[in-house]
């Protein structure tokens, strides 16, 4: 059973502060895919809101979507925390991680702007 309360948030919060400070220490490797994943769907939804807004359409937002989450995601992972990319299966793992649903956001979230 998984903990709650106190403990939890506190791990949570703490799980949190590692994601957003370089070079740390990933102990369990879960943990980092978490904070990867959680990272790319908040960058997603922005990248999304501001391609609605923007508009960028077609082959040309697509492209550049994909250029600048592959890009965020590969320089936050080598770049950032330099993590050993082989421990993970390899970079491609890592920028699989989260893909599919972190673009199924970016796409409702932009087209929420073009068609409203």
């Given at each position: 059973?998984?903990?709650?309360?106190?403990?939890?948030?506190?791990?949570?919060?703490?799980?949190w502060i590692?994601?957003l400070?370089p070079?740390?220490?990933w102990?369990?490797?879960?943990?980092f895919l978490?904070a990867?994943?959680?990272?790319?769907?908040g960058?997603?939804?922005?990248l999304?809101?501001?391609?609605?807004?923007i508009?960028l359409q077609g082959?040309?937002?697509m492209t550049?979507?994909?250029?600048?989450?592959?890009?965020?995601?590969?320089s936050?992972?080598?770049l950032?925390q330099?993590?050993?990319?082989?421990e993970?299966?390899g970079?491609?793992?890592?920028?699989?991680?989260?893909?599919m649903?972190?673009?199924?956001?970016f796409?409702v979230?932009?087209?929420?702007?073009l068609?409203?």
């Amino acid at each position: 059973m998984p903990p709650v309360g106190k403990e939890s948030a506190a791990r949570e919060r703490a799980s949190w502060i590692k994601a957003l400070r370089p070079r740390q220490k990933w102990n369990n490797k879960d943990e980092f895919l978490d904070a990867l994943y959680w990272l790319r769907q908040g960058l997603c939804l922005l990248l999304g809101l501001v391609w609605g807004i923007i508009p960028l359409q077609g082959y040309v937002g697509m492209t550049l979507f994909l250029a600048v989450n592959g890009g965020a995601v590969y320089s936050y992972c080598a770049l950032y925390q330099r993590v050993e990319e082989e421990e993970y299966g390899g970079i491609w793992e890592l920028l699989k991680e989260g893909f599919m649903t972190s673009f199924a956001l970016f796409l409702v979230s932009s087209l929420n702007f073009l068609y409203t």
